[in-house]
């Protein structure tokens, strides 16, 4: 069964860095989606992506995050200057179907644990 | 805005007991509510969807119901199993193409 893939499975990093989490998502499908877990928290949604622009983006998605398909399989999540609060599991989400019927069924990756130190 | 709250933090039952858990939302009715099952250090993996038209869903051993009245939904996993030990989130449609989830319910199914 297809699946969304994600890597690294773990990043660590400095403090001011710029990191890059990579994602494939399932090959046919349409809308894409970045969420964070900080440890023992909620899932929170960052941001949804259609047709190569973001379509939503939550206020944690702020100046320092952008989003982007490099090359129609990839889906990448840019932190440019990480802090340690954004220490966090980072999973990469993908949907089938656009617009009409919303709340299709989205496939999760197992995620990229990010430690900023 | 829009606030979900799962009932208990942590949840004990009996396996082969029915397992009920419980989502409040606060403010507008949503067009729909999932359910996932997330496994540690694991992405969320869904399990159903009701829209905001349905009463009830079911799949195998699990029904969901909705009352937009009450603002909640229930979960049910029947004839449970240690294997269905996991952490059960509620996610609600939050607009557009976004939604929220709740903290989770953490269910211990106990041999």
């Known amino acids: 069964e297809p699946e969304v893939t994600q890597t690294p499975s773990h990043q660590v990093t400095q403090m001011g860095q710029e990191v890059i989490l990579r994602c494939v998502p399932i090959s046919n499908h349409l809308y894409f989606y970045w969420y964070r877990q900080i440890l023992g928290q909620k899932v929170e949604f960052l941001v949804s992506f259609y047709n190569n622009e973001i379509s939503e983006k939550s206020e944690i998605f702020d100046d320092q995050f952008s989003v982007e398909r490099p090359d129609g399989s990839n889906f990448t999540l840019k932190i440019r200057s990480t802090k340690l609060e954004d220490s966090a599991m980072y999973f990469c989400?993908?949907?089938?179907?656009?617009?009409?019927?919303?709340?299709?069924?989205?496939?999760f990756g197992p995620g990229t644990r990010l430690t900023v130190l | 805005s829009q606030k979900i709250e799962q009932n208990s933090e942590a949840l004990n039952i009996q396996e082969g007991k029915t397992a009920t858990l419980t989502c409040n939302y606060t403010n507008y009715s949503p067009a729909y509510l999932q359910w996932y099952r997330q496994d540690p250090g694991r992405g969320p993996v869904f399990l159903l969807l009701?829209?905001?038209?349905?009463k009830e869903k079911r799949k195998e051993r699990l029904k969901v119901t909705f009352d937009t009245t009450l603002k909640q939904s229930l979960f049910h996993i029947t004839a449970s199993q240690p294997a269905d030990s996991a952490t059960y989130l509620c996610?609600?449609?939050?607009?557009?193409?976004?939604?929220?989830f709740g903290k989770g319910t953490r269910l211990h199914i106990l041999p």
């Open positions: 989400a993908s949907q089938k179907l656009a617009g009409g019927l919303r709340g299709d069924t989205q496939y």
């Open positions: 009701i829209r905001e038209n349905e």
């Open positions: 996610a609600l449609d939050a607009g557009d193409d976004k939604i929220i």
